[in-house]
């Protein structure tokens, strides 16, 4: 009868995940209702007297969203190392779809970088109304919300592979994974659904479509900084196959 082992590289990718998991997650809290919320509003006009006038915030925005970037590189690449011997395959793919979710962020950072060139006073701009000009910023700024809902079930789906995977390693606790599992599964057929029909926003809020997966993700962090990773039980059978 095999015994679970965790090894070192392990509990380090472990540490690493919980504090990247807590990063992230204050990355988007802070940016989106210190900088975004407040700034961008449905009228392109006022949106544009907000960014002029809150330029500095506004580039913040932009670092927040390459911070968010590289912290979700770092932890796809330490659930990769805690996961493997999982499923190398599973933990592979996994990684691949967060890879994709990461590289959105990149496009957002663009959409909103090229909001801000919009509303600057580079001389070539003089060639549009500045009606015109509020309007396109705009139309930047929600296609980087667009992108978002793109890569939501690149997310979802990295998630739930995850989440599959911690439990049948059993390196949580059963029932975090199995919410980890079905918040996931919530995530990818809001955005699908939400791709397909628009209007989907008003049967369920927006604000539905990930918050459980958010949640997991708060919790799975904080219990990996704090906890760790939960061996199998003494003369308990080990679910992996060495």
């Known amino acids: 009868m095999t015994i679970s082992v965790i090894d070192q590289a392990q509990r380090k990718a472990a540490k690493a995940a919980g504090i990247t998991f807590l990063l992230a997650i204050a ?107 509020q309007t396109l910023a705009r139309l930047h700024l929600k296609s980087s919300w667009d ?6 079930p690149f997310w979802g789906l990295a998630s739930a592979v995850c989440s599959y995977l911690f439990l049948r390693s059993r390196y949580i606790p059963k029932v975090m994974a199995v919410f980890g599992i079905i918040s996931s599964v919530w995530c990818v057929i809001c955005a699908f659904i939400f791709i397909i029909f628009p209007n989907f926003e008003k049967t369920i809020s927006l604000s539905f479509f990930d918050m459980p997966l958010v949640i997991f993700e708060v919790l799975l962090g904080f219990w990996l900084l704090i906890k760790g990773l939960k061996p199998a039980k003494l003369g308990q059978p080990n679910p992996i196959k060495q």
């Open 27 to 133: 990355i988007v809290v802070f940016s989106n209702y210190s900088i975004t919320f407040r700034l961008i509003v449905p009228d392109a006009a006022e949106t544009a007297r907000n960014i002029i006038a809150n330029q500095t915030l506004f580039r913040i925005n932009i670092v927040c969203n390459l911070i968010y970037l590289v912290a979700v590189i770092v932890m796809f690449t330490s659930l990769y190392v805690i996961l493997k011997p999982a499923n190398k395959n599973l933990a592979l793919a996994a990684a691949f779809f967060r890879l994709i979710y990461a590289l959105i962020w990149g496009i957002i950072a663009l959409n909103i970088f090229g909001a801000l060139r919009l509303l600057g006073d580079a001389t070539y701009l003089s060639a549009f109304e500045a009606e015109q000009l």
């Open 147 to 152: 992108a978002y809902y793109i890569g939501l």
